[in-house]
């Protein structure tokens, strides 16, 4: 399993509920994605830094979302670069399930 988190400097901070607001407009674009299993949107406290936690099935998988038009859908409506960081989880804790998965 492979974990993606995104993030960018917002032009200026956003509030929650600005950011919920956006967040659902763009939600639709990540459903049925191949591969893409979780995304968690995320807003600091602040409210000058968001961006995303990916779950993904793999790393081919999750590669293929961050395109360069991907870039720049993100940077047409937040007016912001995001950064890409992957990370492989080998071992996941899921307490709804009561379960630790091994990958």
Known sequence: MIIAMT????PK???REEARTIFLS???TYQDVPGLLQKH???SEDGGTAGGVYVWAS???AEAMYTPAWRAFVRGKYGAEPS???FDSPVMVD????KV???
């Open 13 to 15: 901070p956003i509030t």
């Open 41 to 43: 949107y995320v807003l």
């Open 7 to 10: 993030a960018f400097s917002l």
């Open 26 to 28: 763009t939600a639709p």
């Open 101 to 103: 998965f091994t990958y």
């Open 95 to 98: 307490n709804v399930a009561q």
């Open 84 to 86: 890409v960081t992957y």
């Open 59 to 61: 790393r081919a998988q």
